[in-house]
């Protein structure tokens, strides 16, 4: 669900005097909306498997060790 001044955003570039205007005011839009491009979400998916990857690691390396002990 996108937030009010999203929506009054977009309002308000939908009524814009000039192509320049439009462009900034859905750049506006853009940032409050929390979007995320597919190109840059995708390399957040890949550091969230690495990083989970890494965790898991340690993880099971530091139950190794206690069940030795």
């Given amino acids: 669900m996108l937030s009010s ?3 009054a ?3 308000a570039a939908c009524r814009a005097s000039s192509t320049a205007e439009f462009a900034a ?5 853009l940032e409050e909306s929390g ?3 597919a190109q840059r979400l ?3 998916k890949q550091e ?3 990083l989970t ?3 898991s690691s ?3 390396s530091s139950t190794n060790k206690k069940a030795t002990l």
């Avoid at 005011?25 to 839009?29: C, E």
């Fill in 58 to 60: 340690i993880r099971k």
């Fill in 5 to 7: 001044s999203v929506a």
């Fill in 53 to 55: 990857a890494i965790l």
């Fill in 9 to 11: 955003n977009y309002r």
């Fill in 25 to 29: 005011k859905v750049g506006v839009v």
């Fill in 42 to 44: 995708a390399h957040l």
């Fill in 35 to 37: 979007i995320v491009p």
């Fill in 48 to 50: 969230a498997t690495e």
